[in-house]
């Protein structure tokens, strides 16, 4: 079971807008930033996403990350279907001394 | 261009011991945090364990489920990080990644991950 939080599934049709919510708490989400990560079938993660909202060169603008006291989101817009993949949130956590990630939601482009 | 390679994985025996092996290149190794990352078979990512750039006795942590089978070391005048796992279970079958920190310093943004090397732990 992971600690931080995340919908197991989400779908929406091309060119739509998909969010994907992280849960976590205080000594997690709460007091660190939060990076998410893309991993397309049969591919190594990659970072999409890190401190809270900033995206590395090369990610594109459709995809956005915000954060809230203990939840984060991550946004893509104008869906591909080459964006189908699984996307895991991940933050450090002050109490464990460990990093963590959420159990992954897999995207579907309908 | 950031390489990361993994090697050291297979077919073990549970109760056995194995050590994998990741080659970095083409980033200044000794500044950077890096990790292990496990996926079991159709599960999610699993943070291992993490080493800071000095492989100081104390610059290294576990993720508290893994403590006392894993130990986590890095050569920095072979640019090579390592994690030993003893005692093999079942349930430490899985793809291991090895990964580098963004930041020198720091733990838990991971902005290059190895392609990964499969451990499978079976009699």
């Not at chain 1, 993949?85 to 963590?100: E, F, K, Q, R």
């Not at chain 2, 090895?98 to 290059?112: E, W």
Request: charged letters at 15%.
């Amino acid at each position: 079971q992971s600690v931080l939080t995340q919908p197991p599934a989400v779908s929406a049709a091309p060119g739509q807008k998909v969010t994907i919510s992280c849960s976590g708490g205080s000594s997690d989400i709460g007091n660190n930033y939060v990076s998410w990560y893309q991993q397309l079938p049969g591919t190594t993660p990659k970072l999409l996403i890190y401190d809270n909202d900033m995206r590395p060169s090369g990610i594109p603008d459709r995809f956005s990350g915000s954060k809230s006291g203990t939840s984060a989101t991550l946004g893509i817009t104008g869906l591909q279907t080459g964006d189908e993949a699984d996307y895991y949130c991940g933050t450090w956590d002050s109490s464990l001394s460990a990093v963590l990630f959420g159990g992954g939601t897999k995207l579907t482009v309908l | 261009e950031v390489q990361l390679l993994e090697s050291g994985g297979g077919l073990a025996q549970p109760g056995g011991s194995l050590r994998l092996s990741c080659a970095a290149s083409g980033f200044t190794f000794i500044s950077y945090t890096m990790s292990w990352v496990r996926q079991a078979p159709g599960k999610g990512l699993e943070w291992v364990s993490g080493i800071s750039g000095s492989g100081g006795r104390y610059s290294t942590f576990y993720a508290d489920s893994l403590k006392g089978r894993f130990t986590i070391s890095r050569d920095n005048s072979k640019n090579t990080l390592y994690l030993q796992i003893n005692s093999l279970r079942a349930d430490d079958t899985a793809v291991y990644y090895c990964a580098k920190d963004l930041y020198t310093g720091s733990l838990g943004t991971f902005d290059y991950w190895g392609q990964g090397i499969l451990v499978t732990v079976s009699s």
